[in-house]
């Protein structure tokens, strides 16, 4: 088992197993803040506050969504790893932490020591989207044009170390193609060009193409998660073309290190009481999303899988924060 795995089930399973105290059993008594490291509008802020606020009336409290955007995330990342251990900062965590922690040199703060995971939410697929134009229907045709056209191949992200980079660069040292990475300040831009014709590929969230899909604007080689998207239930997974390949965002709760574990555990019963509701289900399928519940230890077992996975990606790739 490696380093980063063992450190975050030893933080997980001293939660659980940490003595209770009875101020726990009134959490909460005010509101909770629930950090989101993106601007307002995006997914993030999105799925925060789809699960923010019945989690709230849950605990008898408002959530209050915090966002905190800038540094890939680093910058509520740090917000709440510094903040009292008392159940009221919470952090939105999701792909970017993970990968991050090879990411950024010289963090003010230990991502896998100061953040303890609380409870799962959920994973969004990814889509290869290329532009219509470009000759290839499949995945195979794509690896087989690219290994054929070296240099003609440009793949566009959201930025240096984002997810959609991540996820391309994977793909790209599990096929051995050449792809030239072309980084923009966002998705919405690498989409603009990837219609225009000045780049022909990008690994982007579903929410952010999935109409310009189904208007047969872009074309969907394929999700990138183990399974097929009910969101687009005709379009393969890369897996089914490269064996093993596996990527999303996903997003969960995090708490500083130290919070006391009654109120991690309620934190967590009460999510996993919110994500179980039927009437949550079509709201998370909008974003393309599928339910992830679990225990803090189940959370913790996947971010340290998460964090291992992209680390050896990060190195790989070369890639370097913007």
Same mark, same amino acid.
Do not use: C
């Given at each position: ?10 933080? &997980?399973? =001293? ?5 209770? +105290?009875?101020? @726990? ?5 005010? %509101?909770? #803040? /629930? ?108 690896? &087989?044009? =690219? ?5 003609? +191949?440009?793949? @566009? ?5 984002? %997810?959609? #980079? /991540? ?108 994500? &179980? ?10 974003? @393309? ?34």
């Amino acid at each position: 088992m490696n380093l980063i795995r063992r450190r975050f089930l030893y933080l &997980a399973g =001293a939660a659980v197993a940490a003595p209770r +105290v009875a101020w @726990g059993e009134t959490y909460p008594s005010r %509101p909770v #803040h /629930m950090v989101v490291g993106f601007a307002a509008g995006g997914g993030a802020d999105i799925m925060a506050r789809l699960i923010g606020q019945p989690l709230g009336e849950r605990l008898g409290q408002q959530i209050v969504v915090d966002n905190r955007p800038g540094a890939g995330t680093n910058i509520g990342t740090e917000v709440v790893a510094k903040a009292p251990p008392d159940g009221y900062t919470l952090l939105l965590v999701n792909s970017p932490n993970a990968i991050n922690v090879t990411l950024y040199e010289n963090l003010s703060f230990d991502f896998i020591r100061d953040i303890v995971p609380v409870a799962s939410i959920g994973r969004v697929p990814l889509v290869m989207v290329v532009n219509p134009a470009l000759p290839v229907q499949t995945v195979p045709e794509f690896i &087989a044009y =690219a290994k054929a056209n070296p240099g003609k +191949v440009n793949m @566009g992200s959201g930025g240096n170390g984002a %997810p959609d #980079h /991540m996820s391309g660069e994977l793909f790209k040292a599990m096929t051995g193609i050449p792809m030239l990475h072309v980084p923009y300040r966002g998705v919405a831009p690498a989409t603009a060009d990837l219609l225009g014709g000045q780049i022909q590929v990008i690994f982007a969230t579903m929410p952010a193409v999935i109409s310009l899909i189904k208007a047969g604007k872009l074309r969907a080689l394929a999700v990138t998660t183990a399974t097929r998207s009910d969101q687009l239930p005709d379009v393969p997974t890369i897996a089914e073309f490269v064996p093993g390949y596996e990527a999303s965002q996903w997003y969960g709760i995090g708490t500083p290190k130290g919070t006391p574990a009654e109120v991690i555990d309620k934190l967590n019963r009460e999510t996993n009481v919110v994500l &179980a509701d039927p009437k949550l289900a079509p709201k998370l399928a909008e974003l @393309g999303a599928s339910v992830v519940s679990g225990t803090p230890a189940d959370f913790g077992k996947l971010i340290a899988e998460e964090t291992a996975k992209w680390a050896k990606v990060v190195k790989i790739s070369g890639a370097k924060p913007d």
